[in-house]
């Protein structure tokens, strides 16, 4: 099998992202098949290791971007419209070099939303820049993990706006991206749960606007008519127990935090960020930039290297096709 080459995106120099990345370098014997390449700034690489005590990459590990006016006055911990810009131009030339076959697929560390406001760059995160810059207008966020697996019918949003955002269409892209992402991923057909919007699933009316009797109940049986195997809606308080989560291969979460909640009580350090939908692949860390422990060497490098595993098996599993790629 030919070497697949992945960038690692090194996400907010201030952030945790640079050491992740420095400590995921030390894992890759235990990945291959893989030539892995860090997109970021090799004077922050020199400076993280140095205050850390990691191994600095030699420079063909390295592409560097010089966006950074000055990566010797960085500071750890600290939001800076520099490190904002930073963090989006690694971005945006990894997925422009995914975008011409230059690398397999990318890996991303975290971004620092206030930072990315400061530079004057009005998206709310990966998944947004991602869709933006590939012209996917049929994406979503999903995560995935041994103990539990989730995808977002709406994501970055407040949550007054969640139900105008709610629709049947949007509901249906979402639950054909997850059916089709983790048969793929699972080889074979999965069983997906949806979740109700409202508390107890709306009571039948009784809570909300009856979104769950006008929405998500009629989509959910559409998606049964189309053969997908699933069920809902079911009350997101009873979602995620054992017995349930052990049956189920994905549960499709009407916002943020009623999938991210229990994603990183369960799971972490181990859970991936994948976006579903684009013409590339694209896999990320589950946590943000974790500014208080940033260059201390103490971050866990985990979930940097289970989305490096799943970037691999995605790029691995159909020559010259994303297996993520649904638009």
């Known amino acids: 099998m030919t070497d697949k080459k992945l960038a690692i995106t090194m996400g907010d120099p201030a952030g945790v992202g640079p050491e992740v990345c420095l400590m995921l370098l030390q894992e890759v014997k235990s990945l291959p098949s893989v030539n892995l390449i860090i997109y970021g700034d090799h004077t922050i690489l ?23 006016p000055d990566a010797g006055a960085v500071a750890p911990g600290e939001v800076s419209s520099d490190c904002g810009k930073a963090a989006y131009d690694f971005l945006i030339t990894a997925i422009d070099a995914a975008l011409a076959n230059e690398i397999d697929g990318l890996v991303t560390a975290p971004l620092n939303k206030e930072a990315l406001r400061a ?5 709310p995160g990966h998944t947004e820049i ?3 810059r590939t012209k996917s207008d049929r994406t979503c966020m999903l995560q995935y993990s041994r103990e539990v697996t989730a995808t977002f019918v709406t994501c970055h949003c407040g949550y007054a706006e969640v139900p105008r955002l709610l629709t049947r269409e949007r509901l249906r892209e979402v639950i054909d991206l997850t059916n089709e992402a983790i048969g793929r991923i699972k080889k074979r057909p999965p069983k997906l749960v949806v979740l109700g919007l409202n508390p107890h699933a709306g009571e039948h009316g009784l809570f909300g606007a009856s979104e769950e009797e006008l929405i998500i109940l009629p989509e959910v049986e559409a998606a049964k008519a189309r053969g997908i195997d699933i069920c809902g809606p079911i009350p997101p308080d009873t979602a995620f127990i054992p017995g349930l989560r052990q049956s189920t291969d994905a549960f499709v979460c009407m916002y943020h935090d009623q999938g991210h909640i229990p994603l990183k009580a369960l799971a972490f350090d181990s859970a991936v960020n994948v976006t579903l939908g684009l013409p590339i692949v694209r896999t990320s860390v589950d946590h943000g930039t974790a500014f208080n422990i940033a260059w201390t060497g103490a ?29």
Not at 306 to 316: E, F, K, Q, Y
């Open 130 to 132: 991602l869709s933006a």
């Open 299 to 327: 971050a866990n490098p985990g979930s940097i290297l289970a989305a490096t595993r799943l970037a691999v098996d995605l790029c691995c599993d159909t020559p010259g096709h994303s297996p993520v790629c649904f638009v």
């Open 119 to 123: 530079a004057g760059i009005h998206f």
């Open 46 to 68: 020199e400076r993280v290791a140095s205050a850390t005590g990691l191994p600095l990459p030699s420079r063909s590990m390295v592409r560097h971007i010089p966006s950074l």
